[in-house]
């Protein structure tokens, strides 16, 4: 879990900040927040150990290689939140008003099984909470 709300944070602070997107796959609003369902997938057999191995079969998150533009953002992300528990990290993401919960309470998702969170919704909280200074 903690890995991806990770890349979820990475990705909405790159939407907000770059106004790009840091992954190609959806992110999607599940009963404990938002889900990148093949990250889900190829780390799912680890459960609540620690991943010990790299990812084999995905495309969806594409490799930062060594001197690539996301890694002072990937950097600042991993500084600011990787002391947190998985458990704290998805109560971030469980925020009123936070992408998750518009989608998750007030779009419907509970309705609708892997509804999207879309990455505007996604773009618009990051932007705002980089224009007011929170992380």
């Known amino acids: 879990m903690k890995l991806i709300k990770l890349v979820y944070l990475a990705h909405g602070w790159s939407l907000g900040i770059k106004g790009k997107p840091l992954i190609a796959d959806s992110v999607q609003a599940w009963k404990y927040g938002p889900v990148i369902q093949s990250l889900y997938r190829e780390f799912k057999q680890y459960g609540n150990a620690p991943v010990t191995s790299l990812a084999t079969d995905f495309d969806g998150i594409p490799e930062v290689p060594d001197g690539s533009p996301e890694i002072p953002l990937l950097d600042k992300v991993w500084e600011a939140y990787s002391s947190l528990t998985a458990m704290q990290l998805s109560s971030l993401t469980h925020e009123k008003g936070s992408p998750w919960h518009k989608t998750w309470h007030d779009a419907g998702g ?6 999207i969170i879309p990455n505007e919704v996604i773009k618009e909280y990051y932007r705002d909470k980089a224009s007011h200074g929170k992380s």
């Open 110 to 115: 509970r309705q609708e099984m892997g509804a």
